[in-house]
């Protein structure tokens, strides 16, 4: 028993210990004006989000890489993900996605199109992976949309 109540001391002395010596550590650093070692993470500059959301807008219509975006970011692939999401607050392959849901939005507001047109306008490959896609991030489909927005906009002429 005297060795358990010995052995606990000992622990509590070596954590005291520890953590002297860390804060010890910690008071010299800020005496010397030396800043702390910081994990902050940071996302893409205001030049690199700019280049990347043109680079996707104006390639929209066909593969987007990853790989093609960080080098258009001048940052290595991995990092780029990274930077990314933090910016954006989700990956790059969503943000692609979203940006092609936004353009077949426009694209049916303003135009008659078929709706397998539409798809390969917006980099998809066919109307059903449009489809799907489209009510995934709208929670209608195409079709649908469209048909309600003909709708509202009927009904809004007539009470003009």
């Known amino acids: 028993m005297d060795d ?14 520890c953590h002297s010596s860390e ?22 500059s205001d030049w690199q989000v700019k280049r990347v ?7 929209l219509e066909g593969p987007v890489r990853v790989d093609d975006l960080a080098a ?11 930077a990314f999401s933090i910016s954006f607050g989700m990956s790059p392959y969503a943000f692609v996605m979203q940006q092609r849901i936004e353009r077949a939005r426009t694209l049916l507001l303003a135009s008659e199109h078929e709706m397998g047109d539409i798809a390969f ?28 927005l ?4 009927a009904s809004q002429d007539g009470i003009r």
């Open 121 to 148: 306008a917006c980099g998809l490959s066919d109307h059903a992976h449009f489809s799907r896609l489209f009510r995934r991030f709208v929670g209608t489909t195409p079709s649908q949309w469209r048909h309600e």
């Open 72 to 82: 258009a970011a001048k940052l290595s692939p991995g990092h780029f993900r990274r």
């Open 150 to 153: 003909a709708t509202q906009s």
């Open 53 to 59: 959301t043109d680079y996707v807008d104006a390639r």
């Open 23 to 44: 804060s010890r550590v910690r008071s010299q650093a800020s005496e010397a004006n030396i800043p702390e070692k910081s994990h902050r993470r940071t996302g893409l």
């Open 4 to 17: 358990e109540i010995r052995l606990k001391q000992g622990v509590s002395a070596v954590s005291r210990y």
